[in-house]
């Protein structure tokens, strides 16, 4: 928490003999960022490993297999986690051997359901367009005896009847209208088998269905129908068993086919993950980065699984002279509790911090949790939000993350609620601990204003932490510094004083405009100094300076823009805070409207069906609609008016070994 976990660059040098048996250990441990050996010397002396194709590609079949066998038993529910990693080159024959007893003993059970399965609907369809026939009363075995006449069954759109008319004119042809079903007509069409062309293109241009009956009927149709009808409950038998049996083969190899799909899967992955290996004569070579705490049982276990024939070493980041030279990025691993891990969904989507950078998640989210309360404080909205959080977190196991955020952000609706004395909008039910966002309209603004000045100021003081972590003093005098920081907390502070006890004093004013005036001095002539120091640094060295020399003047008045671009960002970012109010109200406002809607369905009397319904709707649409609006404008107030006075961002997010190589899958 506050910074990344603490990373060493690991070497392993293994002979090729136990290179499965590292692979496997690497999976157990799947926190190792692995560097590409492309990216080393190594790698551009052409010392690459290449990956192991005959056994990528056995894995990548058998992926195949599991997944239609896992599709075809409809196995569903979570990946189970596997105990240890698979060795690829062994597993390889046991996952294969357990997939084929897997697949003769469903096999036949699969076909049989299919087959039975297509032929019960192919029935039933049947049946459907024959009952369109019905009406009639045709005799198939009358029109298959018809030596001259073609016949054809379909349906017609009936504004197309006349056209099609007109298109047979020249041809002797009948349509028999057999019935009419919203403006579609089922026909029979006759015609000459000699003009038999003629009658399927007209009947093709004028959106003829043809009803596709197969050839062989016998009999009229109501026999027909009650034939297949008949045939329906022995198809349907036959479903259901092989249905039953396909139950009982998911509920015995549900389980262990998702079991061997995920371990083929972290194999193909660690069998990929060898393109980024080098390789030397016979020996394996690898490096990537490591948390601190787990250095020590990779080592032992690698060293165990290769009696001791392996090198493992490693490297401090500050020990490496192109992560101090800023030529290679230390990959950023997050260090949160659980509750606090989920908003690191949130850091990421603004960028990753680099490793020299205060990490803000911890801020983020007590942050955002206390905002999002603010606007959205309702205990019924927040016990819905809630209950939401955790159908998601129980049950949809991709977005769990975002479960944990809704049931925080439910707590804090809640909170605020009682402190509110709001309850679905009814402010009657329990009484308010601090304030109603309607009666209190100008103490809530300056309580939002308050906190805008706080979290703007938490932001300057991480920026302050950063830039010395960086070593780059030469910010401290610029606006997102020291000296910018110092006259935002004066004109902060002369603000606070005029609210809590009156105009300032002549003296205070006085002072103000003394320091305002120097600290905005101080911010204009730092760039044009620091260019000039820097410049004759260069001389000095004897180095020529690039590009043309720039005009003190026009250093002046960009410095100048610069520091008064700062100020109104300042007061901007300040003022933007306001929306917290103005979101809360709107909250409370749409309650007011929807109570009217309500009034007006039941003229008044604040009861019966009507009400209640339009009660419940409009809470529903308060929940989902002012829900979205308000996470959109937190997430706003966190990225532009937070993150922006101190986030620089830049860094390499941590892949571990399995995550990074999924991507490339």
């Avoid at 960028?351 to 205060?358: A, D, H, L, N, R």
């Avoid at 603004?445 to 003081?461: Q, R």
Wanted: hydrophobic share 45%; proline share 5%.
């Amino acid at each position: 928490m506050f910074r990344p976990v603490k990373l060493f660059r690991v070497t392993i040098q293994v002979p090729d003999k136990y290179m499965s048996q590292v692979l496997g250990i690497l999976g157990d441990f799947k926190l190792l960022h692995l560097i590409n050996i492309n990216e080393t010397p190594l790698g551009k002396l052409g010392y690459v490993a290449g990956v192991q194709a005959d056994l990528l590609k056995r894995y990548e079949k058998v992926l195949e297999r599991i997944t239609r066998l896992v599709r075809e038993l409809e196995v569903s529910g979570p990946v189970p986690s596997l105990k240890m990693a698979p060795r690829p080159d062994r597993d390889i024959y046991l996952i294969d051997q357990r997939l084929s007893d897997m697949e003769d003993q469903v096999s036949s059970t699969l076909i049989q359901g299919r087959k039975a399965e297509k032929e019960l609907s192919e029935k039933r369809e049947l049946i459907s367009r024959l009952e369109l026939l019905e009406p009639a009363d045709i005799d198939f075995t009358r029109l298959s005896s018809l030596r001259f006449v073609h016949c054809t069954f379909g349906i017609l759109p009936a504004e197309n009847l006349d056209r099609l008319e007109e298109s047979l004119a020249d041809i002797h042809h009948s349509l028999v209208k057999i019935s009419e079903q919203k403006n579609r007509l089922v026909m029979a069409a006759f015609c000459l088998k000699s003009d038999r062309e003629v009658l399927e293109r007209a009947l093709r241009s004028a959106f003829f269905q043809d009803l596709e009956l197969p050839a062989g009927l016998k009999g009229p149709v109501g026999d027909v129908i009650k034939e297949l009808r008949e045939e329906l409950p022995a198809l349907e038998e036959k479903a259901r068993a092989a249905q039953e049996a396909k139950e009982r083969y998911r509920q015995k190899f549900g389980q262990e086919l998702l079991l061997l799909r995920e371990q083929a899967y972290v194999a193909q992955i660690l069998l990929r993950a060898q393109a980024k290996f080098g390789k030397i004569d016979n020996t394996y070579l690898l490096t990537g980065w490591l948390p601190v705490k787990l250095y020590d049982r990779l080592r032992d276990r690698i060293m165990k699984a290769t009696n001791g024939q392996a090198i493992v070493d490693r490297l401090d980041p500050e020990d490496i002279r192109e992560v101090r030279e800023g030529i290679i990025k230390i990959p950023i691993l997050f260090n949160n509790p659980l509750l606090i891990r989920p908003f690191e969904r949130l850091t990421s989507l603004y960028g990753t911090p680099s490793y020299e950078e205060v990490e803000p998640t911890v801020f983020l989210a007590i942050s955002f949790v206390l905002l999002f309360g603010m606007m959205f404080g309702d205990v019924g909205h927040g016990l819905v939000l809630f209950l939401a959080g955790l159908y998601v977190f129980r049950r949809i196991y991709k977005y769990m993350d975002y479960g944990i955020i809704l049931m925080e952000c439910g707590v804090s609706s809640a909170l605020f609620g009682v402190m509110y004395g709001s309850v679905f909008g009814l402010e009657d039910v329990i009484p308010a601990l601090w304030l109603h966002p309607m009666k209190d309209i100008n103490r809530f603004m300056m309580v939002s204003a308050a906190i805008g000045v706080g979290m703007i100021s938490l932001g300057l003081i991480l920026n302050l932490i950063n830039i010395f972590k960086r070593r780059r003093y030469s910010e401290l005098l610029t606006s997102g510094g020291l000296v910018g920081a110092l006259l935002y907390w004066l004109l902060a502070g002369l603000a606070i004083r005029y609210v809590l006890s009156g105009p300032p004093l002549p003296i205070e004013i006085t002072v103000a405009e003394a320091v305002s005036a120097v600290l905005i001095f101080i911010m204009i002539v730092e760039r044009p100094i620091t260019t000039l120091v820097r410049q004759r640094k260069k001389r000095a060295s004897g180095a020529k300076p690039k590009g043309p020399k720039p005009a003190l003047g026009t250093m002046i008045l960009e410095s100048t823009i610069e520091a008064l671009d700062g100020l109104l960002r300042f007061l901007a970012n300040t003022v933007s805070f306001v929306r917290v109010a103005a979101f809360a109200l709107t909250h409370a406002a749409l309650f007011v409207g929807v109570f009217s809607i309500a009034d007006m369905v039941s003229h008044g009397s604040a009861s019966g069906f009507p009400y209640y319904l339009t009660l419940v709707i409009g809470n529903i649409v308060i929940i989902a609609l002012e829900g979205m609006v308000v996470s959109i404008q937190t997430i706003r107030l966190e990225y532009y008016e937070f993150f922006s006075k101190f986030f620089r961002g830049g860094g390499e997010p941590f892949q571990p070994i399995v995550d990074q190589e999924t991507k490339e899958v």
